[in-house]
């Protein structure tokens, strides 16, 4: 079946580190892959996304590059601020010609200290 | 004007209680969804309507019976509240086939007492 597997947290880091998230999928159809923000509290956004092969999806610093060589989709960020500090999801969307599933990875905690 | 949204924001009930959350969506999409996210943050799939029509119904108890009256409300009904349905619930929306991504409501976080 369809799944997403993610790095487990938490992930800890001094601001201004590099940020990497490590997210692979399975999927029987192609496709879709995002990643999504949970901040303290609050829902799930949409913080980027990419369609295809190659595509590479980029918000607010992240970045991830749909890899369908490595079913992978890793997040990553240049230099992290506290505000960052969230739970990640990444997720995958296999549209089956008449239904749509939105599937999510466990999540990783990422914590940025001062 | 708020994508999703969904009511309410907090319930606290006692077990054996019937409750029912609220969700509406003005972006237009056809699909309609209802996550449950556990205590370690674990989002799983309860159930997936496509304008009214309920497409996916996960192994969820029949105590959980979604309605949609039309393709911008999707609200969901708990029977017989247990404690192990604590949890915060989130209603989602997206287009059909779900390229774009799906948007979701700010979450009800229940509490069964």
């Known amino acids: 079946g369809d799944s997403v597997t993610q790095m487990e947290g938490p992930v800890t880091l001094s601001e201004e580190a590099f940020l990497t998230i490590n997210c692979t999928y399975t999927?029987?159809?192609?496709?879709?892959l995002f990643w999504y923000v949970q901040y303290p509290g609050e829902g799930l956004q949409l913080l980027l996304k990419?369609?295809?092969?190659?595509d590479k999806g980029s918000n607010k610093g992240f970045e991830a590059t749909y890899r369908k060589e490595t079913t992978s989709f890793h997040l990553e960020k240049g230099s992290v601020q506290v505000s960052d500090s969230a739970v990640y999801f990444c997720?995958?969307?296999?549209?089956?010609?008449?239904?749509?599933?939105?599937?999510f990875g466990t999540g990783t905690l990422l914590a940025v200290q001062p | 004007d708020t994508a999703v949204s969904q009511t309410p924001k907090y319930l606290v009930t006692q077990m054996g209680n019937d409750k029912s959350i609220k969700c509406e969506q003005n972006?237009?999409?056809?699909?309609m969804y209802w996550y449950k996210q556990d205590s370690k943050k674990f989002l799983k799939i309860m159930f997936s309507?496509?304008?009214?029509?309920?497409?996916i119904n996960e192994t969820v108890p029949n105590r959980f019976s979604p309605k949609s009256p039309d393709k911008a409300h999707l609200n969901l009904h708990i029977n017989s509240l247990e404690l192990g349905d604590s949890a915060v619930y989130f209603c989602?929306?997206?287009?059909?086939?779900?390229?774009?991504?799906?948007?979701f409501g700010q979450g009800t976080r229940l509490t069964v007492v």
């Open positions: 309507y496509n304008n009214k029509e309920l497409i």
């Open positions: 999927a029987t159809g192609y496709p879709s």
């Open positions: 972006l237009g999409h056809d699909t």
């Open positions: 997720a995958l969307s296999v549209w089956g010609g008449a239904t749509n599933k939105l599937i």
């Open positions: 989602a929306s997206s287009q059909k086939t779900g390229i774009v991504g799906a948007f």
């Open positions: 990419a369609t295809k092969a190659d």
